[in-house]
């Protein structure tokens, strides 16, 4: 029910930003994330938003990463400036719906930062 997409290889100090296109019938009064998991690591989270618009952001991406949503279209997307080799992992989608109490991952998608 989530497609992610927009990964890629991208040079440190550079940009990419992920989207992430859900099921209509679940976007609207669901809460959307953006988790990521780095080669030897747990999944963290990087950056949430609910469905009336409140963002949270995770210490190491704030400021550099904004997401934002379009209900008209039931997509998600993740704006990743200044990139860091340590910013790469891949990142999934993440959709928890507020109605049925139940949460989704998309397949993720693959970023890498590198020179």
């Known amino acids: 029910q989530?497609?992610?997409?927009?990964g890629g290889l991208v040079q440190p100090g550079g940009s990419l930003r992920l989207s992430c296109a859900a099921s209509a019938n679940i976007f609207r009064f669901s809460r959307m994330g953006w988790y990521r998991?780095?080669?030897?690591k747990q999944r963290e989270l990087v950056a949430t938003i609910t469905s009336g618009g409140s963002t949270n952001y995770a210490d190491s991406v704030e400021g550099r990463f904004t997401i934002s949503r379009d209900n008209a279209k039931n997509t998600v997307y993740l704006q990743m400036n200044s990139l860091k080799p340590e910013d790469t992992a891949v990142y999934y989608c993440n959709l928890y719906s507020v109605i049925l109490s139940q949460a989704y991952w998309g397949q993720g998608t693959l970023v890498t930062v590198s020179s």
């Open 2 to 6: 989530l497609q992610a997409s927009g």
């Open 37 to 40: 998991q780095a080669p030897g």
